[in-house]
DNA sequence: TTTTGTGAAGCGATTCACAGCA
DNA sequence: TGCTGTGAATCGCTTCACAAAA
């Protein structure tokens, strides 16, 4: 505990950003009833180089066996007890447009272990709709709703010009982390992570290196 | 141009991919007629260091007057030239689910100066529905559709068995670019520049952290 | 022999610190 | 004086190359 506290200090964030991927190639596997893998395989199916992952997998401790490989149950279990599978994390979404009403229904979610425990807006257009088997409150709600502090994460889909307000609700009903799909930067206490995901920044990273194309860049294609 | 050229293959993309950010905020700070601003303050504003800003900058050209800072409206005009703003780019979305029908509407990417052209589909259950205005087409249209090749942009928002499948018809349908909300590496010849974004896969490195903070870790959130 | 685990080298991005200008 | 632009220093991640182990 002492000794894992210490260690999860030094995994590289980008190492942890490169586990979720490694998790979902080994399940598949595992549904192939593969039961051992190489860092040469898995690497391969990921996309990375063979180091990288076995460096990877060294920062949350020894599995291999040399001359042999990775035993795939065993992986599952270590990287999934690093990412925090062990339990179901509770989520707030919060708005109820497009994106909310389909993260509200996202498989993706209840696959890796998260549960939408409530969707929110603030629009009284919106309140009381049913999405995805759930009401929709409002947001206020959310505070009363998460006294016991089940609810660890939130899940920002609202417009930009509600994203900081939207923020300071989910600090106040003691969500520990946010998900921010605004693109906009959050200011939030100390002690809550954000991450951000922009859809669009994503779309204008794509313009950049199609206008490098038109420009006769034929190199190194997105990164 | 030919210099233009040299320029763009220097570009670190770690730079390419806060280019949006500062667009958004310079944007912003457009629309309340503020005409100047310095790299300490849009740094302060999008959560980075000044002398990055600088550097980020410098490699696009140099904008900046000594003592003074930035001219706001240049500074977009710069940053979207590199962006590949000056022309509008058409998309085409594949998968007519929750999350296809979301980005079918979502504002975000007409504002940014991106036209969603078309959303597919293979399920006949979907095909004819009505999304946001356009009619959801068979993904086999695509290709008879694209023939002028004014379709750049394709967005994978199908099921994962589905994806590999679909990028092979964008491919085909000759989309030099590839958005790709699916958890799968894809294969796509050379050329084609693909873009992951995954949902869950957010999700789970905030796990990590949860998971770090019930072991007693306060430091460094979120990555 | 095969494949892991890892020190060391290599590489790229960030930050510092200051010269160059307005 | 104030702020930009940038070489130099630093930091951290990736990749190499090989010793250790099955």
Redesign the pocket.
């Known amino acids: 505990m002492k000794e894992e506290k210490v260690k999860r200090d030094k995994i ?4 942890v950003a490169r586990l979720p991927l490694y998790l979902r190639c080994l399940q598949s596997m595992q549904d192939r009833r593969i039961d051992s893998v ?3 395989k898995l690497a391969q199916l990921t996309g ?5 992952l ?2 990877d ?2 920062y949350l401790g ?9 035993d795939v149950d065993e992986l599952i279990r270590q990287i999934g007890k690093w990412l925090g599978a062990a339990k179901v994390r509770q989520v707030a979404i919060v708005g109820a447009g497009h994106l909310g009403r389909a993260l509200c229904s996202y498989k993706g979610f209840i696959n890796r272990g998260f549960s939408v425990a409530g969707i929110y807006d603030v629009d009284p257009a919106a309140i009381g709709q049913q999405v995805a088997g759930l009401k929709v409150r409002h947001i206020d709600e959310l505070e009363r709703q998460n006294l016991s502090g089940s609810i660890e994460i939130g899940i920002i889909a609202t417009p930009a010009a509600a994203a900081q307000a939207t923020a300071d609700s989910l600090v106040r009903a003691r969500v520990r982390s946010i998900l921010n799909f605004a693109p906009v930067k959050l200011n939030v206490g100390a002690g809550v992570c954000v991450r951000n995901v922009d859809l669009s920044t994503e779309l204008q990273i794509i313009g950049f290196h199609l206008a490098s194309l038109e420009h006769g860049i034929t190199s190194d294609c997105c990164s």
Chains 1, 2 share one sequence.
């Open positions: 590289p964030p980008t190492t190489s860092s040469f990375h180089n063979p180091a990288q076995r460096k997998l060294s020894e599995f291999g066996t040399r001359g042999v490989g990775y």
